[in-house]
């Protein structure tokens, strides 16, 4: 009885619903991305300081990737359709204040409203697509639509904010939520059916008050280190953000139902997997930012083109996390990992030779070398983390994934680009602390200029190169490292949805 089910075709409604979930998953993916290219727009506007133009760019990401692992339990615990709708409404909302807002500080409280609500959506999202299907194949099948909407909302994030720039004014990039959030809210509670796990356990306030912290004190104390120097302002904060992260690492273990569970880390596969979340999106966040100021105010292109030159890159991305898992059944998810990694590295370095004078077609060539990599992340990610636990934690394991490629995307900006920020202070011509502030400054000299722009690409070469290191040593694991029994998700996925005992793949 149960065989014969597990193959039966879902229906219509089990289609019409994967639809209708899509839509906040690329709104909530595309927002980490939509404002890399509109940022000179906003900064000519709003005119924030460097650390506020940070702040508006990562607090988004920030507030999803703190708050996820928290609200995929209270959608456990209270009904995930529930809490789509209510960070649907929420997620509206911060869109259409970050879309009016007379300055930065307000845009900032805007975009921490809408990071707070995609935090709900997310990990809701993933389980109440998991109860669309009851045909595992059909499931993963399902899954991976879910994880190429949400790769391509991130790729196609700076297309769709250049677009939009070359026709409105900047708030236009948030306007476009709204009625995709209201059409939403219509159809979810006719095509949608409530879920709730069946012992969910509570939620732990002080471990999401303590992750959450931890995170954002830290991430002040690079970004104040990196805009000013070091100083106690900076190193403060970041020793007790330490702090509170350990803290909240070792309560963790003292849990009955912890929001991280940490023995799923002794896996390699996974431990791999999750930081392949972390890490491209990290590598991918930063020089898509970077590389958006540079062909800009570097090279002096319109926002039109800029975003066009990012479009083959954005289509490679979405076609690889389609393609990945029909390749990796084939050549097993080391080896996958193992590309993923490589292919990354290599478009990172394709960056070097970008030059004041031109690089687009370095760029470009760029995107497209990395995007190989950045699609394989995506699906790997989401595949390994909802298949390694029973669908009663459906909304808590994607919320680890999901976290991973968030917190990445924020990290990214926060770190790289608070290195890039550092060599522009370090080699500028230290009139004013960006490249937008310094080429604003009236009666600047030309070579002044010329100095400013050779700082700011020096610092995309940086933050380019680190990045690329880090994937190199990552694929070099991979291959060593990592045994043959990672050859296919598969006994991750069937594990899961027959509720077998094991959690993770045997390395």
Request: charged content about 10%; glycine content about 12%.
């Amino acid at each position: 009885m149960s065989r014969q089910h597990t193959h039966t075709s879902p229906g219509p409604r089990a289609w019409l619903g994967l639809v209708v979930i899509l839509g906040p998953v690329l709104l909530v993916s595309m927002d980490g991305s939509i404002l890399f290219l509109a940022m000179p727009r906003i900064s000519q506007d709003l005119t924030p300081t460097a650390d506020q133009a940070l702040w508006i760019l990562d607090v988004y990401g920030f507030a999803v990737g703190s708050l996820l692992i928290a609200f995929g339990n209270l959608g456990d615990r209270y009904g995930r359709l529930k809490l789509l709708m209510i960070g649907a409404t929420a997620f509206g909302i911060g869109s259409a204040g970050a879309a009016f807002a007379p300055g930065p500080e307000l845009l900032i409280v805007a975009r921490a409203l809408m990071g707070v609500a995609g935090a709900t959506l997310l990990p809701s999202a993933l389980a109440v697509l998991s109860e669309l299907f009851a045909d595992p194949r059909r499931r993963a099948q399902a899954i991976g639509v879910f994880a190429a909407a949400f790769a391509a909302g991130f790729a196609i994030g700076p297309v769709v904010g250049g677009i939009l720039l070359e026709r409105f004014w900047w708030g236009s990039v948030f306007l476009i939520n709204l009625p995709v959030v209201a059409l939403f809210l219509l159809l979810a509670p006719i095509l949608l059916r409530e879920v709730r796990a069946t012992r969910p356990g509570r939620v732990d306030v002080l471990s999401v008050v303590s992750s959450a912290a931890g995170l954002l004190l830290v991430i002040y104390a690079l970004k104040h280190a990196a805009a000013e120097g070091p100083s106690a302002v900076a190193v403060v904060p970041g020793l007790a953000g330490l702090a509170l992260l350990v803290w909240f690492a070792r309560r963790q273990r003292g849990l009955r139902h912890p929001l991280v569970d940490f023995s799923l880390f002794r896996d390699r596969v996974f431990t791999v997997a999750i930081i392949t979340g972390l890490l491209p999106l990290a590598a991918w966040s930063a020089t898509a930012y970077l590389a958006g100021v540079y062909l800009q105010s570097v090279l002096g292109l319109p926002v039109l083109r800029a975003a066009l030159l990012a479009l083959p890159g954005a289509v490679v991305l979405t076609v690889s996390c389609v393609v990945t898992p029909l390749v990796v059944a084939r050549v097993g998810k080391r080896a996958a990992l193992a590309v993923c990694h490589f292919s990354i590295a290599a478009g990172l370095l394709l960056l070097l030779p970008t030059a004041v004078t031109g690089g687009t077609g370095w760029y470009v060539a760029s995107t497209v070398v990395a995007g190989v990599g950045y699609g394989i992340s995506f699906s790997v990610v989401a595949d390994t983390a909802v298949g390694a636990v029973p669908p009663a934690r459906a909304g808590s394991a994607g919320a680890i994934a999901e976290t991973s490629n968030e917190l990445g995307n924020a990290l990214g900006i926060a770190l790289l680009g608070s290195l890039a920020a550092l060599v522009f202070r370090l080699q500028g011509p230290d009139l004013a602390p960006t490249l937008g502030e310094t080429l604003r400054l009236p009666g600047l000299a030309a070579a002044a200029a010329e100095e400013a722009k050779t700082a700011f690409a020096t610092g995309l070469h940086v933050a380019a190169a680190v990045a690329g290191v880090l994937h190199l040593a990552l694929g070099v694991f991979a291959v060593r490292r990592l045994s043959n029994s990672a050859r296919t998700g598969a006994g991750i996925r069937h594990g899961a949805h027959e509720g077998r005992r094991s959690s993770t793949v045997s390395p």
